[in-house]
């Protein structure tokens, strides 16, 4: 007897936003999203309310990652929950603001989707961000995007971990979307980057316009890179970074570093290997706005990921 595929019923996505300027000098964002706040032409399907939205405006008119802190490291419980005071620091308050106008975060009345626009200054390609390894609509997303992207290249990063909890901004929505692309310096523009990125929201909204119509996504399997560690530069002990990323690491985000392989190289010419015991796949590598979090690339693992089939309650 064949089985019957298996089918899960979900209620339609109906609000989106499309945050850019969570990060005031990534501009591939902060430029689609006043783009699209003048005219969202591009950006509307029918039934569906996308709201684009400029999350850090003191940041993007300063053109500076942040004011105080980093504002999508702060959508925790605690920081969302806090009392305000006179030296609340602004992206406390600024998220306390955007949590609630698009959540509140965990409540049924939070945004279904928020997509987060980013750069990088590391050679990540357009990458897509998950949060969730049981998200069923994400995973359906990711892979449509994948598709309508081939052959050029679409990494997943899932950035799920027992330890390493980040309190994103996008976190407040039922399905957090975080869009990476690079290379691109920070406060510069890229024309390239700026089509990558427009490219995955257009793929992205046009999936939600033929969920929410009612098409059936069939079960399906994407390969993702999951994350593992962060990696510091070597340091010294007033903890001065003491070499920098090796040449044969640079720009190699998502290719296999093997044991034994450079990865750093002090000013003296001696280099530093890799002393893991397993193939890895870094990421993030020497992205610039990383230096204060004292790290100089992450270490991910390919996983797999598989998503039930889906199709939207539609009337």
């Known amino acids: 007897m064949n089985s019957c595929p298996v089918v899960a019923r979900e209620g339609p996505v109906r609000r989106v936003a ?63 929950g806090e009392q305000l005071a006179d030296n609340t620091p602004y992206e406390v308050r600024r998220a306390q603001e955007i949590n609630c106008i698009f959540g509140p975060k965990g409540s049924h009345e939070a945004y279904d989707l928020i997509f987060d626009l980013h750069n990088t200054t590391a050679n990540m390609g357009g990458t897509i961000i998950l949060e969730n390894s049981r998200d069923d609509f994400t995973i359906q997303m990711c892979r449509y995007i994948k598709d309508a992207l081939a052959p050029e290249g679409c990494p997943v990063f899932l950035i799920e ?24 310096p920070q406060g510069v523009l890229r024309a390239d980057i700026l089509d990558k990125m427009r490219r995955i929201i257009k793929h992205g909204l046009d999936f939600v316009q033929m969920f929410n119509a009612g098409k059936e996504f069939p079960r399906c399997t994407i390969e993702v890179y999951k994350i593992m560690e962060k990696v510091d530069y070597p340091r010294k002990k007033n903890n001065e970074i003491m070499a920098v990323i090796h040449p044969n690491l640079q720009d190699q985000d998502w290719q296999p570093l093997n044991p034994g392989d450079p990865i750093f190289l002090t000013l003296e010419g001696k280099t530093i290997p890799y002393e893991g015991d397993v193939v890895v796949y870094p990421a993030f590598v020497n992205e610039a706005a990383y230096y204060e ?11 797999k990921l598989s998503a039930e089939g889906i199709r939207a309650c539609v009337s």
């Open 293 to 303: 979090k004292q790290q100089a690339f992450v270490k991910t693992e390919i996983e």
């Open 161 to 184: 971990h027992p330890n390493l909890k980040y309190a994103t901004t996008r976190s407040i929505a039922k399905h957090p979307v975080g869009i990476e692309v690079g290379p691109q």
């Open 18 to 80: 499309i945050f850019g300027g969570t990060h005031g000098n990534e501009l591939s964002g902060v430029f689609l999203v006043k783009h699209w706040q003048d005219d969202g032409t591009e950006i509307q399907r029918p039934g569906l309310e996308v709201r684009p939205f400029i999350t850090n405006p003191r940041a993007v008119e300063k053109c500076c990652r942040y004011i105080d802190c980093d504002l999508n490291r702060v959508f925790d419980p605690k920081r969302l």
